[in-house]
Each structure stands twice: as C-alpha cells, then as structure tokens.
C-alpha cells in the first residue's frame, strides 16, 4: 500500500504508427477513489486504458502501480498485482456457467490471496454481492446483456484488485440497469477499490464519479469534480465542436464527433 496514489500515469504518449493516441497524459487515481475517463469517439480513452493494463505499451512516459513500476510487466504480471479490466466487447467462455466463468477470471497469485481467491464459495460470494448470485449455475446464452455487464463485472472483482479498470460497461443498459450499476461501482469504491471508469454515459459518469479526466485527441484538456468539468468551457467545445461553447446542461454533454477507427 502507498501513501500517495495508487496509480500514476506521467506524460504518458502512445503513438499507433502516425496517430498520436495519447500525448503527454499525466493520471492519478488515490485508493477507494472513483474517476471518471470521458471524451469524444477517438479521443484515447480505451488506449489509455490499454497502456495501464499492458495491452499496448507506451511510446514515452512513465506508469507506476502501488508503488511499482509496472512499465515493463506483461498484462498478467500487472494483474496478479490487482490491475484488472472489463472490456467494451463482453468476452465469456460461452461455454462454462456464470461461476466457472468467475473462477477462471482469478489471476493466479500465491499464498494467503490465491487461498482466499480460488474457492467455490467466493465465486458465489462476487455473485451475491452484486445481486446475482442466482444466475451462478446459468449459461451466458441464457442471460440478458444487462446480467451479462454484470457477470463481467463480477469476474473482474473476483482477484480482489485493487484497482477496477472498466470500458464503457453502460454501453446497451436501459436505465434501471444504469443505476443499478451506478450503486455497485459506489459500494465497490466503498470496499476500497479504486475504479477508472470509462463511459460515454454522462448522467452516470457525472453523477456518481469522484473525478473526472477530459481527454481530446489524446490529451488531457480538463481534470476535476463532475460539477466543475460539466461547465469547463474546453470541455463543452471538445463535446460540441463550437468556438463559441455556451453552457451545459445538467449531464447533457453529448459527443459530437463521429466514430473513427473503431477497432
Ligand atoms: N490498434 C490500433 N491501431 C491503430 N490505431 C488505433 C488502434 N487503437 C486505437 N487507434 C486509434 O487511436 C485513437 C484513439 O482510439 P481509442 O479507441 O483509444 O479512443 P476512444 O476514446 O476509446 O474512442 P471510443 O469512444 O470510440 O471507444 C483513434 O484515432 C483510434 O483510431
């Protein structure tokens, strides 16, 4: 455990051959702290959380971990260390019940953590305590895009990280299965993990995140409370595409920007 934050990101670019994906991006996440990663289509956000968790490696800067620094260590190195991260596409083993595919989920560590982490009953514990420990025995097929968001959330939380990475999870929810989501993020971050929480829903993001990191064709152009970014006059143009930005209002940032590149 440290002192300081629990991640740090410093003037981290990332360059895909000629595309400047992140320049000079500077992130602090502090224990049991839940921010919030917004920004037009294209604007670097899976990328960056792509560099925090291995899967793409930066062209310059620095990324240090509890303590670490993790520049050089491969995704599963990164997450025995308690980086773990959901993804835009959900992947489940089709296969394999909601608890299988819980118990795969668990990075191997040693000792005391893979005693407690490997365990039958916690998979049903992960389960419960994100109100779905009925579904332990179904198969994906079975389950609704909202259950499936939530095994994915569930298999995320089951090596007890230490810091929750998450890539557009709202994404197909309707608004009851929005909020449910919002309260399990909160009380996750009450548990005392750290949570990055990308998403291009800005109802939710503004409303139940701690901070909020802006970022515009790859670089940070806002960092703060939701109530401050929400009316940060670079942050409305980068969403309207105006010189003129005008105010917001309440959670109505929209991007503008069509999608380019998707991957
Ligand atoms: N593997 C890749 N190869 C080349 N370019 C890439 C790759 N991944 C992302 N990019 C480009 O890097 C930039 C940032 O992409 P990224 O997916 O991080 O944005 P994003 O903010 O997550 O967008 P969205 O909200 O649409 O998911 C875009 O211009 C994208 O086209």
Redesign the pocket.
Known sequence: MTAGPLLRAAAVSLH??G?R?LREVDVEIMPAELVGVI?P???????LLDAITGFASPTSGSLTFDGHDIRRRRPSERARMGLARTWQTLQLFEDLTVAENVRMAVPRRSGAARRRSDGRRDDHDVLGRLGIGRLAGRMPGELSHGQRVLVGVARALAGDPKLLLMDEPAAGLDGRERGLLGEILRDVVASGTSVVLVD?DMPLVLGICDRVYV?DFGAVIACGPPRDVRNDPRVIAAYLGADDPGTADEGGLQPSRP?????
Do not use: C, M, P
């Open positions: 895909y051959g595309v994906a920004g289509n294209g604007a670097g956000k899976s990328t291009h970022l999608a380019e590149g998707a991957r």
